[in-house]
């Protein structure tokens, strides 16, 4: 039987970046006792008045169709919350979605074709070569160096631009790095993309889990980059609801208006008491995000603490999100290599760098998502097991 290319395009982007992680779900399953630092999944709940308010939608009827759009109250919500930043956005700049996952999918196939480039900094999150695979465009990786704390440089961009690239996509904060742009390099990032013509989507998710001192900056907010530009984002990390799955995309409204069609063909909606919640999510402050932030701030401080010292295993410090990355090539294994080897030996799931582009391939991601307690005790065995392989290494020698 025939399919059509994008299977092919995506036969090795889909759920094998996550293979060290399915299995260490199959361990647990069967009674092993794993500590799971893999995937950016909150370990607090939602606050229980966004849930009650779901609940209130839900059986008061708000279970019926919505439109392509939007529900009004989610679309004044977001009116609200990005007027603080950009005073010229009204409903038209924005559109609704099931999660950032889906409103990426969504932005990319309005942007690219097969054939195009989309420039993108690597390390990456682990879905977006295949976002940008299933429109038949091509990934421009563009080196995010460690020395520069993973921070995109212009003049990095500039040398990576190709004569096909037509999108750069952003991400700020950063995952897995937990690189935080500033204001500056945002600028001097759009000017690049002025001259070149480029579109800008900046995913940012983890927007309200930047740690103290670092302020937020983005593309969206410059008004000489807001015809360029398209946010996506949703409430799965700020507010610990990553299974609700809401999300939406900002940007010119004469994009919105183009994207709309392609959304009301793959979605015609989203859910209706999911955007209710949504929508007192974003017009009341919460104490969720502050609580996980402190979380993981204290956290990365913890494993860098670990390793103080270490000629094994560095510690790479987020400025935000809920990962740290660790490099572990001194032992002399790639991430791939000795996330398996922790997770056989040491019973500590993590995921390899491989997953995240060929820059991360000498390190390791692991999640801030558990208790100081388990994570200080899964350091441990990530040291131990860092000295075990030196030494093994050497009586072989």
Same mark, same amino acid.
């Given at each position: 039987m025939r399919y059509a290319s994008i299977t092919d395009r995506l036969a090795h982007l889909g759920s094998g970046r996550w293979a060290v992680h399915l299995a260490a779900r199959r361990m647990k399953a069967a009674g092993e006792e794993i500590i799971e630092l893999t995937i950016g999944e909150p370990d607090v709940a939602p606050d229980k008045a966004l849930l009650d308010e779901a609940a209130r939608a *839900?059986?008061?009827?708000?279970?019926?169709?919505?439109?392509?759009?939007?529900?009004?109250?989610?679309?004044?919500?977001?009116?609200?919350?990005?007027?603080?930043?950009?005073? =010229?956005?009204?409903?038209?700049?924005?559109?609704? @979605?099931?999660?950032?996952?889906?409103?990426?999918?969504?932005? *990319?196939?309005?942007?690219?074709?097969?054939?195009?480039?989309?420039?993108?900094?690597?390390?990456?999150?682990?879905?977006?070569?295949?976002?940008?695979? $299933?429109?038949?465009?091509? /990934?421009?990786?563009?080196?995010?160096?460690?020395?520069?704390?993973?921070?995109?440089?212009?003049? =990095?961009?500039?040398?990576? %631009?190709?004569?096909?690239?037509?999108?750069?996509?952003?991400?700020?904060p950063h995952n897995p790095t937990g690189a935080v742009l500033t204001a500056t390099e945002i600028a001097a990032?759009?000017?690049?993309?002025?001259?070149?013509?480029?579109?800008?989507?900046?995913?940012?998710?983890?927007?309200?889990? %930047? @740690?103290?001192?670092?302020? @937020?900056?983005?593309?969206? =907010? %410059?008004?000489?980059?807001?015809?360029?530009?398209?946010?996506?984002?949703?409430? $799965?990390? $700020?507010?610990?609801?990553?299974? @609700?799955?809401?999300?939406?995309?900002?940007?010119?409204?004469?994009?919105?208006?183009?994207?709309?069609?392609?959304?009301?063909? *793959?979605?015609?909606?989203?859910?209706?008491?999911?955007?209710? /919640?949504?929508?007192m999510a974003l017009s009341q402050h919460f104490e969720t995000a502050d609580v996980m932030r402190k979380n993981y701030r204290r956290r990365a401080e913890i494993v860098e603490k670990a390793f103080a010292g270490s000629n094994l295993i560095k510690p790479m410090p987020p400025e935000g999100g809920m990962f740290v990355l660790l490099d572990v090539t001194a032992t002399g294994l790639n991430g791939e290599e000795f996330a398996w080897e922790l997770l056989h030996q040491e019973k500590v799931a993590v995921m390899p760098g491989t997953s995240f582009g060929d820059q991360a391939a000498g390190f390791l991601r692991v999640s801030l998502t558990v208790p100081e307690d388990v994570l200080a005790v899964a350091m441990g065995r990530v040291g131990e097991l860092a000295g075990r392989l030196v030494s093994l290494k050497e009586k072989r020698a």
């Open positions: *839900m059986y008061a009827g708000r279970t019926r169709y919505s439109n392509g759009r939007g529900e009004p109250s989610i679309l004044e919500a977001l009116v609200r919350k990005y007027s603080k930043r950009r005073p =010229d956005v009204t409903e038209k700049n924005f559109l609704c @979605f099931p999660g950032t996952q889906t409103a990426l999918y969504s932005v *990319m196939t309005g942007l690219a074709d097969a054939g195009d480039g989309v420039l993108v900094g690597d390390p990456l999150y682990a879905t977006y070569e295949g976002v940008i695979a $299933s429109t038949g465009a091509h /990934m421009i990786p563009v080196p995010l160096r460690p020395e520069r704390k993973f921070h995109l440089q212009a003049e =990095d961009l500039e040398r990576a %631009i190709t004569p096909e690239a037509r999108v750069l996509l952003l991400n700020t990032i759009g000017e690049v993309c002025g001259r070149h013509d480029l579109w800008i989507v900046c995913d940012e998710v983890y927007e309200q889990l %930047i @740690f103290e001192g670092t302020p @937020f900056a983005s593309p969206f =907010d %410059i008004p000489e980059l807001a015809e360029r530009t398209i946010v996506v984002s949703s409430i $799965s990390k $700020s507010h610990a609801a990553p299974g @609700f799955r809401s999300g939406w995309a900002a940007g010119p409204e004469e994009f919105c208006e183009k994207l709309l069609p392609v959304s009301e063909t *793959m979605l015609f909606g989203v859910q209706p008491f999911i955007s209710d /919640m949504t929508a």
